[in-house]
């Protein structure tokens, strides 16, 4: 069962056991966002980490076929047929913020989809001033325990308070 371990008003952390949390916290997620796009939300993490399950799991509670989510490392971009629709994006390969921004990315930024940015801390000078950042912490790559660390929410009220009320905080 996930759980809320720190509630600020500019970020939490919520501690992942396994990978049944991690499917819970992107549905979590995904209904909170839901009704916030535009919405760009930029993902942190080492290398299996976690980021792209968490891409899928937040699709699939939108709507999406499991499936159809994979690590868009060579496509770069890769629209999900979700309402709305998810536009998830590997920034790993991409070299400068000249080449991200040649994406067309500046344009997704303003449409009423949802934008997921794996590796998006490589850009963050690029990235809109009310991203989403997801950090996922592991000590062991081993293991599936995570920590899920949110910031920038003070700038998404409902979700903090719906994060807070789903994982039993008082705000």
């Not at 449409?111 to 592991?138: G, Y």
């Amino acid at each position: 069962m996930i759980q809320l371990v720190s509630l600020t008003p500019q970020e939490c952390s919520i501690a992942l056991d396994n990978l049944e949390d991690c499917r819970a916290l992107g549905h979590l997620l995904a209904q909170a966002i839901r009704n916030t796009a535009p919405c760009t939300v930029g993902l942190v993490g080492t290398l299996g980490a976690g980021k792209t399950q968490l891409v899928k799991f937040i699709a699939q509670a939108l709507g999406a076929n499991p499936e159809d989510v994979m690590s868009p490392t060579f496509v770069l971009i890769h629209p999900l047929g979700t309402n709305p629709e998810i536009h998830h994006i590997d920034a790993y390969r991409i070299r400068d913020s000249d080449e991200f921004l040649e994406l067309g990315i500046e344009e997704l930024f303003e449409q009423p989809v949802l934008t997921i940015i794996e590796w998006a801390d490589r850009f963050a000078e690029c990235m809109p001033r009310n991203t989403l950042w997801i950090e996922l912490l592991t000590q062991d790559p081993l293991s599936e325990q995570r920590t899920a660390r949110i910031t920038n929410l003070n700038r998404f009220p409902l979700l903090k308070i719906h994060l807070a009320q789903s994982l039993g905080w008082e705000t």
